[in-house]
């Protein structure tokens, strides 16, 4: 399996579970983890058993995308933008009050929900193989999803057809070379593959982007809102939690573990 940064295909162990790149030490997860099929992987029962409840987590979310729309207002005000691994929708939802709104995700099942509740126009699929005109999309979004593929070189060379020129990819995503994950090593929060397959640095993210086509305008370490239940079944597992009907579990709290990179970077 070559790296998708430099196309080599020298890898050495790295921690318990994932393998680091020989020649520019981009780290992904170990080749067995990648045997999923990510349709079946990412169904319905994902956002209710592997996330732990996801639609317990809405108003937390919500809260978390309404900070980054208005960041991405900062770069493009208005236009065509397509969110790819959409989930319930939740982020285009708050985005069609500016954007004309476009979103994908892997299993029928999680988009019949997400047509519910967007307005935005649903793809149902691997994007990769969706027929999306070329030139068209002013922004495209990656919440917490490039980690997920196994392929992001690929991603990121179709992004950059389908986005107009000067059009922004928007990504966000773990930093495995932020300080909290050097400490921790095996034991951080976003080392769980197969969920998690590829583990990028600031360096690596931008190495890659390079390589697509774009140029980064803008790379900080970004804040998140999570409720005490999910922040408690995350360190614990118990996942009595999240049938407790207790209000304090539902309230949210918002932290910055400086270990979330969120990136704008224009088509050149």
């Known amino acids: 399996m070559n790296c998708p940064i430099c196309n080599q295909d020298k890898w050495v162990k790295y921690l318990d579970k994932l393998a680091k790149c020989r020649n520019c030490g981009f780290i992904r997860a170990q080749d067995h983890y990648f045997k999923i099929n990510p349709i079946e992987f990412y169904g319905e029962n994902y956002f209710t058993s592997g996330y732990g409840d996801y639609t317990q987590e809405q108003e937390a979310l919500e809260m978390n995308f309404l900070d980054r729309i208005n960041r991405i207002r900062n770069y493009k005000k208005r236009g065509k933008l397509l969110e790819i691994g959409c989930a319930y929708g939740y982020f285009l939802r708050a985005a069609q009050k500016y954007y004309d709104c476009y979103g ?66 928007v990504i966000e995503t773990g930093d495995i070379s932020s300080l909290i994950a050097k400490i921790q090593g095996n034991s951080w929060r976003l080392i769980f593959p197969p969920d998690h397959l590829q583990y990028f640095s600031k360096n690596s993210l931008v190495k890659l982007l390079s390589k697509s086509g774009f140029k980064v305008k803008n790379i900080s370490r970004v804040g998140f809102n999570r409720t005490f239940r999910q922040i408690i079944y995350r360190l614990t597992g118990n996942k009595s939690l999240l049938k407790s009907k207790n209000s304090f579990l539902s309230k949210s709290i918002s932290l910055n573990t400086f270990d979330l990179i969120f990136t704008i970077a224009e088509k050149n």
């Open 104 to 169: 994908i995700d892997l299993n029928p099942k999680v988009t019949t929900v997400t047509k519910k509740n967007t307005k935005a126009k649903i793809f149902t699929g691997d994007f990769l193989k969706q027929k999306l005109p070329k030139n068209y999309f002013d922004i495209v979004c990656m919440f917490d999803t490039i980690e997920h593929l196994k392929y992001p070189d690929k991603y990121l060379k179709r992004v950059f057809e389908i986005l107009r020129p000067n059009g922004i990819i």
